[in-house]
């Protein structure tokens, strides 16, 4: 007997072996249930919503189908993960989502057992797809595995370099391309669904198979033209002949938001497949909420928001942020300088290149989510005399390491680097961290690396980049607003390699990096308070370091602090380098110490408490001096010397 209406039917479902209970003519109202679940979630949170309310039926469908966690099901990105989350046992705890101690905003292996590979960048989900079913194959396992990537994933080549692969190897395994938006070919109702129902069915694969063995008795020149003209009429119906070349059998496209239509293609590929399949879906981004519908990015990332209207809450700014500091300066030289062009890979908005694209929209390029190719894109441009800004966050960069060493540095190619998110990150924790571009960017010949201190200074180093013609160039800068400076009406270059004095004192010297240089500031008032006369410099660049600096703060003061928003292998190491290179710790008169991002991937937390864990605010530098000098006590009591 199947539930009324008015019965709630999400609070019974704690785990998918209760919804696959549940009587096919249930499953509506479970999918619009969940759906609301997920808006009032997220209205709480904030969060990644629109993917989400997109694979809403396909979430439902996918776990009434398969025998999870047994059978394993990959979310590419994670994005589309949060109504997963809440069928699979953390409905309870669906509310601290993205919050300190909380559920994480992308599928995490730690977390859940239906969370069976970790996602938060994308299109890693079919190689990792490919190595669980291969690993099945060498145990004699019978297991299903289902990899979901939507389709913006498909513009990296790491995802067609695993389907090339598992083409090859034959191995089972089910993907599910989760179009969305940018559809590559509309569903044809019921048509479509009967087709797509009858090419995934028994019958068809077993004449199909049977045909295939006749044919493999013919010569080959017919076996090859045979099996050619079935594939190419299923894809002159369907589509997908590029998939199929690939090696996969393609099923679809079929409408992701009818259950009618997903529930028996599902059990047909489930029960009869044999090697590689594609099933083609179509969905829409922010379905079933009419704000998320409306809204241009579909409410991709949203704060916390009214339900009922969807405006979302917005804390009120005590300074520009970081990303409109940028965007804005490189309009500025851009409207000096024709040949300065920007590169974004498929973050426009988040690296503030879709207002530089308002402007100059033919010198904007959105290759997609290919990183790889971004950073060489990059390099062709600058080697024809243009100058390119590749924006790229810090973590997403670290996808292009490898063009970043050979197509750029080891060429001396002018490729300006513009690294946003850098440091830690908030909600989004450890995946989306900037925390590891100084460690490998500083060791490559010819790199130059700045750090910007706030956002007056960020516009600086913009037009510094700008004039930069003699090699590779990058700045860093963290996500969230600036300090409150007052803003210069137009970048000045720096003079490469040379940092500034901000405070002058003459026992401790306090050498930062970066954004924590008012966190430095501040700590050196509050060391005044421990009799401590405190200097306070800021490097601008990690590479090349600015020795004379350093000679000078290490030969005038007891003890040398480093600090940056990084890992170990940065900025305090290359300050180490040169002082062991000097002699200058030899005597043991200076003492050194360097404060970098501690060894752990740090989890989600507002900004300043995961600084404030790492000591790299004000407190911990303190405690680090007070350490250094053999007074650690009193840093422990808050004793004033």
Known sequence: MTQTRSTPLLDRIQSPQDLRALAPGDLRQAADELRQETIGAVSVTGGHLGAGLGVVELTVALHYVFDTPRDRLIWDVGHQAYPHKILTGRRDRIRTLRQPGGLSGFTKRAESEYDPFGAAHSSTSISAGLGMAVARDLQG??????????????????????????????????????????????????????????????????????????????????????????????????????????G??????????????????????????????????????????????????????????????????????????????????????????????????????????????KRFPARTFDVGIAEQHAVTFAAGLASEGYKPFCAIYSTFLQRAYDQVVHDVAIQNLPVRFALDRAGLVGADGPTHAGSFDLAYLCCLPNMVVMAAADEAELVHMVATAARHDSGPIALRYPRGEGVGVEM???????????GRMLR??????????????????????????????TSVADARFAKPLDKDLLRKLAASHEVLITIEEGSSGGFGALVLQTLSDDGALDAGGLKVRTL?????????????????????????????????????????????A
């Open 141 to 246: 396992g019978k297991n299903n595995v289902i990899a979901v990537i939507g389709d913006g994933a498909m513009s990296a080549g790491m995802a067609y370099e695993a389907m090339n692969n598992a083409g090859h190897l034959h191995s089972r395994l089910i993907v599910i391309l989760n179009d969305n938006d940018m559809s590559i070919a509309p569903p044809t109702g019921a048509m479509s669904a009967y087709l797509a129902r009858l090419v995934s069915g028994r019958t068809y694969t077993s004449i199909r198979e049977a045909a295939k063995q006749l044919a493999r008795r013919l010569p080959k020149f017919f076996y090859d033209h045979a099996k050619r003209t079935e594939e190419y009429s299923r894809g002159y119906w369907m589509g997908g002949t590029m998939f199929e070349e690939l």
């Open 248 to 357: 996969f059998y393609y099923v679809g496209p079929i409408d992701g938001h009818n259950l009618d239509h997903l529930l028996p293609v599902l059990k047909n590929v489930r029960d009869n497949s044999s090697g590689p399949v594609l099933v083609h879906v179509v969905t829409k981004k922010g379905r079933g909420y009419p704000p998320a519908e409306a809204s241009s990015d579909k409410y991709h990332g949203v704060n916390a928001f009214d339900v009922v209207t969807g405006t979302q809450a917005k804390a009120k700014a005590n300074a520009p942020a970081y990303t409109k500091v940028f965007a804005d300066a490189l309009i500025e030289e851009a409207a000096r300088d024709e040949k300065i062009v920007a590169i974004t890979a498929a973050m426009p908005a988040g690296t503030g290149l879709d207002h530089f694209g």
């Open 488 to 498: 210069p009406e137009r970048g000045i270059p720096l003079e490469i390699g040379k």
């Open 504 to 533: 002058e004192g003459a026992r401790v010297a306090l050498f930062s990096l970066g954004t924590r240089l008012a966190e430095s500031l501040k700590a050196a008032e509050d060391l005044a308070a421990y009799g401590l006369s």
């Open 596 to 640: 970098v991002l501690p060894d752990t991937f740090i989890d989600q937390d507002k900004p300043e408490r995961m600084y404030a864990k790492a000591g790299l605010d004000a407190k911990g530098i303190v405690a680090k001096v007070l350490e250094t000098l053999g007074r650690g006590e009193e840093a422990a009591r808050g004793m004033i």
